[in-house]
């Protein structure tokens, strides 16, 4: 059985550790982990005889060692995380690297909503990540292509609470807007499940991937909670998304070096304003693949 090399750049991360994980669930596939430093205890673990590890400085890296790191790759997955000199320019560094080793696609850190239906300007992060989209849409060909995978928010008490949308502890739900507007919700785990099929197939994938677990309001979403966990949700609506974006603006001009202050809130503008829903889902196209719900994913303690 020939060996299939999946290149899996910020492999040390959250979302890098899930996705090789699921990658070496395919019995064909070989990784090559790019980590910033392998000698961690925490990441040296991660080596294996079907799993390389490699030092890789993505904004950092030469031409020449990014050729090295990306060579006999069928596909290059990043899972990198950063500001627009790692999202933009190290990542299309590296998707240009994957094309001119022959590998068949490259799998960008996206992981969001609809990067391309949000407005310029409501959300950093989102416009990065559409930069590079553009960037790299030249460099498709019939045998290379970029595959964006969104899958909306991850359905977790951690990014819920960074994002200030869930106190799981105190069981409070806070949001903008009126709470009816429709939000995808897919857990951490099955995100990875998608990223790394999208990786191995053998097929031609859509450009802009949309895979998801639920699509439900935020106050669906505080009445599961209550039914799953047995417990009353204290809803806390901060405003409208007028006050939304006004609180924005005014966080960015007060403490424009304190991310913390204004990025959950550009995150909530993207989540509740209801631009930046999934198009089409192309969960079919994986059928061994079976989402979990929101129900689902709190039963298993995730939110
Ligand atoms: N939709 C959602 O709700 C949601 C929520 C969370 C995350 N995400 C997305 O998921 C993706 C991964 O996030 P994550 O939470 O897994 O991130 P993470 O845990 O912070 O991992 C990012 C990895 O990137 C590596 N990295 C950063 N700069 C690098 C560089 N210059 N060279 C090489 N490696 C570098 C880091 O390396 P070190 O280990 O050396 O620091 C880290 O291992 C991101 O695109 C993020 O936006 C989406």
Same mark, same amino acid.
């Given at each position: 059985? $020939?060996?299939?090399?999946?290149?899996?750049? +910020?492999?040390?991360?959250k979302?890098?550790?899930?996705?090789?994980?699921?990658?070496?669930?395919?019995?064909?596939?070989?990784?090559?982990?790019?980590?910033? &430093?392998?000698?961690?205890?925490?990441? =040296?673990?991660?080596?294996?005889?079907?799993?390389?590890l490699?030092?890789?400085?993505?904004?950092?890296?030469?031409?020449?060692?990014?050729?090295?790191?990306?060579r006999?790759?069928?596909?290059v997955?990043? @899972?990198?995380?950063?500001?627009?000199?790692?999202?933009?320019?190290?990542q299309?560094?590296?998707?240009?690297?994957?094309?001119?080793?022959?590998?068949?696609?490259?799998?960008?850190?996206?992981?969001?909503?609809?990067?391309?239906? *949000?407005?310029?300007?409501?959300?950093?992060?989102? $416009?990065?990540?559409?930069?590079?989209?553009?960037?790299?849409?030249? #460099?498709?060909?019939?045998?290379?292509?970029t595959?964006?995978v969104?899958? +909306?928010?991850?359905?977790?008490?951690?990014?819920? !609470?960074?994002?200030?949308?869930?106190?799981?502890?105190? !069981?409070?739900?806070?949001?903008?807007?009126? !709470?009816?507007?429709?939000i &995808?919700?897919?857990?951490?785990e $099955?995100?990875?499940?998608?990223?790394?099929?999208? =990786?191995? $197939?053998? !097929?031609? *994938?859509?450009?802009?991937?949309?895979?998801?677990?639920?699509?439900?309001?935020i106050? @669906?979403? =505080?009445? @599961?909670?209550?039914?799953?966990?047995?417990?009353?949700?204290?809803? &806390?609506?901060?405003g409208? *998304?007028?006050?939304?974006v006004a609180?924005?603006?005014?966080?960015?001009?007060?403490?424009?070096?304190?991310?913390y202050?204004?990025?959950?809130?550009?995150?909530?503008? +993207?989540?509740?304003?209801? #631009?930046?829903?999934?198009?089409?889902?192309?969960?079919?196209?994986?059928?061994?693949?079976?989402?979990e719900?929101?129900?689902?994913?709190?039963?298993?303690?995730?939110?």
């Amino acid at each position: 059985m $020939d060996k299939k090399l999946i290149v899996v750049a +910020g492999a040390a991360g959250k979302l890098g550790r899930l996705v090789t994980a699921e990658l070496l669930r395919h019995p064909r596939v070989h990784v090559r982990l790019l980590v910033r &430093d392998p000698s961690k205890p925490d990441v =040296a673990t991660l080596a294996s005889d079907r799993a390389e590890l490699v030092a890789f400085d993505a904004a950092a890296a030469t031409a020449q060692a990014r050729a090295e790191v990306v060579r006999g790759a069928f596909a290059v997955i990043s @899972t990198l995380q950063g500001g627009p000199d790692v999202i933009v320019d190290a990542q299309l560094a590296l998707l240009r690297a994957a094309k001119a080793a022959g590998a068949r696609r490259f799998i960008p850190s996206d992981y969001s909503y609809n990067l391309f239906t *949000l407005p310029e300007g409501v959300n950093l992060n989102t $416009d990065w990540r559409r930069t590079l989209a553009m960037q790299a849409q030249p #460099e498709t060909t019939a045998t290379f292509q970029t595959v964006h995978v969104m899958q +909306g928010i991850f359905t977790d008490a951690y990014v819920l !609470g960074f994002l200030g949308v869930l106190d799981a502890a105190q !069981g409070i739900v806070r949001y903008w807007g009126d !709470g009816s507007t429709p939000i &995808d919700w897919t857990t951490w785990e $099955d995100t990875a499940r998608y990223i790394a099929a999208a =990786a191995v $197939d053998e !097929g031609t *994938l859509p450009e802009r991937l949309f895979v998801s677990g639920e699509r439900a309001s935020i106050l @669906t979403f =505080a009445q @599961t909670w209550e039914r799953v966990h047995g417990r009353t949700v204290t809803l &806390d609506r901060r405003g409208s *998304l007028e006050d939304l974006v006004a609180e924005t603006k005014r966080q960015l001009a007060e403490q424009p070096q304190n991310m913390y202050a204004w990025l959950p809130l550009m995150y909530a503008r +993207g989540i509740f304003g209801g #631009e930046a829903l999934l198009g089409e889902s192309h969960n079919a196209h994986f059928p061994s693949i079976r989402p979990e719900s929101i129900a689902q994913a709190m039963a298993r303690g995730a939110a």
